[in-house]
C-alpha cells in the first residue's frame, strides 16, 4: 500500500519538461531530481517531499525515451505516479527503474493538489477523499520487475541465475 | 486468419501465430543506441554484471546528440561510451560525425524488411518506415535486450492511415504527417502501430516515408509501419522479408485527402496543434532550423535549396542547417547546395541532432520564435521556457527564412 500526499499536473506532460535536455549530459546524476518538472513548476524539485504521489491527466511522460525523466521523479522521492493514461516508453522506463505507477481512468476529476490518497498495486485501486478509483492492476511479470526494484534487479535474480 | 503485417512480422520472429493484444517474449533482430541513452546503457549493464554483451554484430551505437561535445561533461560521457564500443569490439561504431542514428543505421543496411528493431530513442519508429518493425525504448531495456537477444512487448492493434491523392508541389511528406497527427492527436495511437498507406505513400520517395514514421511516436504510437518497395530495398541496398497486412485485419483506419493537402504547422506547445499556414502567415522568426532526423536528408536540403537559391536570409532572422548524415552533408557539398546556403546567409552546421533539442547549436532565447523542421515543439524544447517552436516542412522553413516571418512556400514556386 502506497500513502502520500497529491501534487497535480495536466495533460500531455513530456519529457523535456520533466527534465529538460540542458540538463542530462551530467557526470552528477544528483542534479536530474533538483530539476525535476522544472519546465511546469521551476519550484517543484524544493516542495516535492519523499513519499508524494504525482496524479497528472492523460499520455503522461510522452516525448523523449529519457530514461532521466523516470530517474528524476524517482530520486526526487515520489512515491507512485497515477495518470489517466502514460506514454509507452515512459511507462516502461519507470516499471524499469522501480517506480511504480498506475492507469486510473477519471483520477484527475476526483483529487486535488494537496489531497491524500491510497494506491494498491496489487489489486489496481486508487482511494481519495471523494471515492474510488477501479483500475487494471499491472500484469503479474511487470509486477515482478517493479518488485524486484526494476529490471536489473530482475535481470540478476531471474535471468542471470536461470542461465547458469 | 487475417494479420496486420506487424502482427507476422512479430510472429514471424517468436515461431508463432500471435495477435494484437498478446505479451510476447520476442528476439530483437538489431538494437542501437546513441552517445546520450548509451551513458545509461552502460550504466544499466554494468549493475547487471554484463561483461560481454551477447551479439555486438547486431548492435551499433551512433554518436549524434552532443556532437561535437558542448561541455566537458559532455566529452566526458562520451569517453565513457567509447571505450565501451571498443572493448565490446563494435564494428558498428560511428564516432562523431556519422549522422544521426536513424539515419546512418538504415543509411548503411545494418535494417532490412521484416526485422525487428529496438532503439533507446524515441524517434526509433522512423525505421518502420522500411517494412519493418521497429521501436524506441529506454536505456535499461536497452541493456536488458544486450544481454539477453530478447525483450518483452504487448503486440500493437495497428491504425491504418490511408494517405489518398498525390501531394502538390511545395507540400511534402511532413505537412502530411503534421496533418495526420492533428487528427490522431498525441496520444490517439498510443500502443498502437500506425501504418500509413495509400497513394500518396506509394508515390513518395523512402525519404519522405522515413519523416511521416518518424512523428509516429508524436501520437504515442509503437512504431510507423510502410510495407517495403524497391524504393525501400534501394535505399538499404538489401532486401529482406516483405509483409503486408491482410485487408481483414485491419480494425481501425482513417482516410486522409493527401491531394487537397495544403502546407500547414504545428503551432508551438503540441505536435497537434496543427493548423493551415495561411493562418499563422505572418508570425515574425527569429531562427529558421533544417535538419533532424524528421527532415534533414538530402531532398529536404533540395527542396529547401530551390527556394534559397538566388535569395537572401531576412536579415531579422538567423539560418540553420544541419545534414542528417555525412552521406547527405557530401552530397548536398557535391551537388552546390551547400553554396547556396551559405550564399544566403544561412549556417551550415556539423551533422547531428543540431538545435532540435536544445542544448547546443542553436538554442533560442526568452521570447524567441523558431520555425524548425524537428519533431517537437513542447514549452521550451529548443531553449527558454518562453520561447516558442513552429513544426514545419523543409520549403515553409526556407520560404520563412527569407521573409523573416511565416511565409507559404507556394509563393517562391510560381
Request: net charge neutral.
Amino acid at each position: 500500500m502506497i500513502r502520500g500526499r497529491v501534487w497535480k499536473f495536466g495533460n500531455d506532460i513530456d519529457t523535456d519538461v520533466i527534465i529538460p535536455a540542458k540538463y542530462l549530459r551530467s557526470v552528477d546524476q544528483s542534479v536530474w531530481p533538483k530539476h525535476v518538472l522544472e519546465g511546469v513548476d521551476p519550484e517543484f524539485s524544493s516542495k516535492v517531499k519523499p513519499g508524494d504521489i504525482i496524479v497528472a491527466g492523460k499520455n503522461f511522460g510522452c516525448g523523449s525515451s529519457r530514461e532521466q525523466a523516470a530517474l528524476a521523479i524517482k530520486w526526487a522521492g515520489v512515491a507512485a505516479v497515477v495518470a489517466e493514461t502514460f506514454a509507452r516508453i515512459f511507462f516502461r522506463n519507470a516499471i524499469n527503474n522501480g517506480l511504480p505507477l498506475i492507469e486510473a481512468k477519471g483520477i484527475s476529476g476526483m483529487v486535488e493538489e494537496g489531497d491524500v490518497i491510497e494506491i494498491d498495486l496489487d489489486s489496481g485501486l486508487v482511494k481519495t477523499p471523494r471515492g474510488e478509483v477501479k483500475s487494471a492492476p499491472l500484469p503479474p511479470f511487470l509486477q515482478d520487475i517493479l518488485r524486484s526494484g526494476g529490471l536489473v534487479e530482475y535481470y540478476k535474480a531471474h535471468v542471470k541465475r536461470d542461465q547458469k | 486468419m487475417a494479420s496486420t503485417a506487424v502482427e507476422k512480422i512479430i510472429s514471424d520472429k517468436v515461431g508463432k501465430s500471435v495477435t494484437a493484444g498478446e505479451f510476447v517474449e520476442c528476439p530483437v533482430d538489431f538494437a542501437y543506441c546513441h552517445d546520450g541513452t548509451g551513458v545509461l546503457v552502460i550504466d544499466a549493464l554494468k549493475r547487471m554484471g554484463v561483461d560481454r554483451i551477447k551479439d555486438p554484430d547486431s548492435f551499433s551505437i551512433v554518436f549524434d546528440h552532443s556532437v561535437p561535445p558542448y561541455s566537458d561533461q559532455a566529452a566526458t560521457l562520451q569517453a565513457r561510451v567509447r571505450r565501451f564500443a571498443r572493448e565490446q569490439g563494435l564494428k558498428k561504431f560511428h564516432d562523431m560525425g556519422e549522422g544521426i542514428c536513424h539515419q546512418v543505421v538504415p543509411e548503411k543496411g545494418y535494417v532490412a524488411p521484416g526485422m525487428v528493431v529496438f532503439g533507446a530513442d524515441s524517434h526509433t519508429c522512423t525505421l518502420g518506415s522500411f517494412g519493418l518493425f521497429s521501436t524506441g525504448v529506454g536505456a535499461t531495456d536497452l541493456a536488458f535486450i544486450l544481454a539477453t537477444g530478447k525483450t518483452w512487448m504487448k503486440v500493437p492493434e495497428t491504425l491504418r492511415v490511408e494517405c489518398n491523392g498525390v501531394l502538390s508541389e511545395a507540400v511534402s511528406s511532413k505537412d502530411l504527417v503534421l496533418e495526420i497527427t492533428r487528427i490522431i492527436g498525441t496520444d490517439g495511437a498510443t500502443y498502437k502501430a500506425l501504418e500509413f498507406a495509400g497513394e500518396a505513400v506509394r508515390e513518395m520517395s523512402q525519404s519522405s516515408r522515413m519523416t511521416m514514421s518518424n512523428m509516429a511516436v508524436e501520437m504515442g504510437a509503437k512504431t510507423g509501419f510502410i510495407e517495403a518497395d524497391e524504393k525501400t530495398v534501394a535505399f538499404l541496398g538489401r532486401d529482406g522479408k516483405r509483409f503486408s497486412s491482410d485487408p481483414g485485419a485491419i480494425r481501425e483506419r482513417i482516410e486522409v485527402d493527401a491531394g487537397s493537402l495544403e502546407p500547414c504547422v504545428a503551432c508551438p506547445g503540441s505536435v497537434a496543434n496543427v493548423k493551415p499556414l495561411r493562418e499563422v502567415e505572418g508570425v515574425h522568426v527569429d531562427q529558421a532550423f533544417l535538419g533532424s532526423c524528421t527532415n534533414g536528408r538530402y531532398e529536404d536540403l533540395y527542396e529547401a535549396a530551390r527556394i534559397l537559391r538566388g535569395r537572401k536570409v531576412h536579415e531579422d532572422t538567423r539560418m540553420i542547417v544541419v545534414p542528417a548524415s555525412k552521406a547527405v552533408h557530401m552530397k548536398a557539398q557535391r551537388d552546390g547546395l551547400l553554396d547556396i546556403f551559405l550564399e544566403a546567409g544561412a549556417m551550415v552546421g556539423v551533422t547531428g541532432c543540431g538545435p532540435c533539442l536544445g542544448v547546443h547549436m542553436g538554442v533560442i532565447g526568452e521570447n524567441e520564435v523558431a520555425v524548425s523542421t524537428s519533431n517537437r515543439n513542447f514549452v521550451g524544447r529548443m531553449g527558454a521556457r518562453s520561447s516558442s517552436v513552429y513544426l514545419a516542412s523543409p520549403q515553409t522553413v526556407a520560404a520563412s527564412a527569407v521573409e523573416g516571418k511565416l511565409t507559404d512556400p507556394r509563393r517562391f514556386l510560381r
